[in-house]
């Protein structure tokens, strides 16, 4: 008996690690999602005038005529790819990975919009994903019918097969080599 309630306590005390651990991740996570309006405010602090000094160097708009304004295009691309970033790490389904598509739109607006060379960003950008598109759209739809054909034959629910097709790795690094 003193073994079972020694190996019942061990499994509650690490069941109340877990249940700790998350609930840092998750404030931290809703913390982070809070805080977005006043990251999208900041463009509020830059002056209206084509330069700015910081104290990273001297930024000039080009073609905006008003640093606020370029930070403000700016931080309407920044926001949401910030956002689809902490959406696509966090998310459990097997389907995240379409997530890679507005991803994919929005690194390659904000870059455009970085460009000052360029006069009419957010064009022809199409192009740019069809290649992205073209090896994610069919993946996700080869899972899809992996997961359908395994409901026809299986006696699992829908539940479980998500939880099989799943690939979780232990932490955020290894989120991130999962992908690269």
Request: hydrophobic content about 45%; charged content about 20%.
């Amino acid at each position: 008996m003193d073994s079972k309630q020694q190996k019942l306590t061990s499994e509650k005390s690490k069941s109340r690690q877990l249940d700790k651990r998350g609930l840092v991740i998750g404030s931290l996570l809703a913390t982070l999602i809070a805080i977005t309006p006043y990251l999208f405010y900041l463009y509020e602090s830059v002056p209206n005038a084509k330069s700015w000094d910081t104290f990273f160097g001297t930024y000039n708009s080009g073609w905006f005529e008003s640093a606020n304004v370029a930070m403000w295009v700016l931080t309407g691309k920044l926001i949401p790819l910030y956002l689809l970033f902490l959406w696509f790490f966090t998310c459990k389904h097997w389907w995240y990975h379409t997530l890679l598509v507005p991803i994919a739109m929005y690194s390659y607006q904000t870059f455009d919009t970085l460009n000052k060379e360029v006069i009419f960003f957010d064009s022809g950008q199409l192009i740019y994903l069809i290649p992205i598109m073209a090896i994610i759209i069919p993946s996700i739809y080869l899972i899809r019918a992996q997961i359908f054909n395994k409901v026809n034959t299986a006696n699992k629910s829908l539940e479980e097969l998500e939880e099989e097709f799943k690939m979780s790795p232990k932490n955020f690094w290894g989120r991130i080599k999962e992908y690269f």
